[in-house]
């Protein structure tokens, strides 16, 4: 089945003064689906990274496996591993945030842990590294 469109509808919920715009995809067959449905778990995106010497890649897939995002960022070079992969949940959050996703999922490589403390993990390790570039020793 391919894609035909993907588009908003919005929502309106009892008392709400402004409708939500949630993201559904179209098939040519006019059946629709909700492009990020979710999980009983209250996931609803996962993002895998891949970290390289001059780039860093971020892929966001919905529950049901389907490729929905993917980006390759050029690395400065003198960008760390550690902000190279901060550089890029920032990026896939900024896209995801408006098609929908309230709960993601990050991985590295291992295993996938909650995107807020993921985000948090890496925000310490940059503030780590920085600590030691700037008294210029591996204490």
């Known amino acids: 089945m391919n894609i035909a469109c993907i588009y908003y509808e919005n929502t309106w919920t009892m008392g709400d003064?402004?409708?939500?715009s949630l993201p559904f995809?179209?098939?040519e067959d006019g059946s629709k689906a909700e492009l990020f449905p979710t999980e009983v778990s209250g996931v609803n995106a996962y993002i895998k990274l891949?970290?390289?010497?001059?780039k860093t890649?971020?892929?966001v897939t919905n529950i049901h496996g389907e490729l929905l995002l993917l980006e390759r960022i050029e690395r400065d070079y003198r960008a760390t591993d550690t902000s190279a992969r901060l550089k890029?949940?920032?990026r896939a959050l900024e896209r995801i945030r408006g098609l929908g996703v309230t709960s993601a999922l990050v991985s590295d490589g291992?295993?996938?842990?909650?995107l807020p403390e993921?985000?948090?993990?890496?925000?310490?390790?940059e503030e780590e590294e920085n600590a030691i570039l700037s008294t210029g020793s591996d204490a």
């Open 17 to 20: 003064q402004s409708p939500t």
């Open 25 to 27: 995809k179209e098939f």
């Open 50 to 54: 891949t970290v390289d010497a001059d």
């Open 57 to 59: 890649k971020y892929e």
């Open 88 to 90: 890029a949940v920032e």
């Open 110 to 114: 291992g295993d996938y842990v909650p």
């Open 118 to 125: 993921y985000e948090k993990d890496l925000r310490n390790e």
